[in-house]
């Protein structure tokens, strides 16, 4: 892509609102954790979420291997959450804030607006990522819609009566 294609990308992406996601899962005894936004459903039947992940994230070698993984939706109060994710801190470091569990070997995040265990059903690859469906096969949802939303570089609160 030429830089000022990517340029113009970045800036249109800038303007897309998405909801904040931390993508967890465990392999060989240890936990990863990431925040999303490059994430959406596929379908109601069957239950499905797709989520992009980069080749050179810690977490892909567990994505790619096929570990059970659950997409963390976050509440507006959950920014720190997103910003230790997002690369503030490392490795276990990034369970260190929030209230964390383990659902059949599935870290996720306890209070968060809704959590989709999910099996990969497939998964493709194009430019530096890998697509993944995961096929959902349990799901929280908490009281209320307090979703933690991402726009144009910023954490937002999306609080709606």
Request: a negative charge; glycine letters at 8%; hydrophobic letters at 40%.
């Amino acid at each position: 892509m030429n830089d000022a294609l990517q340029d113009k990308m970045i800036s249109g992406l800038r303007r897309y609102a998405k909801s904040v996601m931390i993508i967890s899962c465990a392999a060989e005894g240890e936990r990863f954790a990431m925040s999303a936004t490059a994430v959406s459903e596929v379908s109601l039947d069957p239950p499905s979420m797709l989520v992009c992940i980069n080749r050179l994230t810690k977490i892909f070698p567990s994505m790619s291997s096929g570990a059970l993984f659950c997409i963390n939706m976050l509440q507006s109060h959950q920014e720190d959450i997103a910003r230790n994710c997002g690369g503030l801190l490392q490795g276990e470091d990034r369970f260190s804030v929030g209230d964390w569990s383990d659902h059949d070997n599935i870290p996720y995040l306890q209070g968060a607006q809704a959590n989709f265990f999910c099996k990969t059903a497939q998964s493709h690859s194009f430019g530096t990522h890998d697509i993944f469906i995961g096929e959902v096969i349990e799901l929280s949802v908490a009281e209320g819609v307090d979703p933690l939303v991402y726009v144009d570089g910023l954490y937002r609160a999306m609080k709606l009566d």
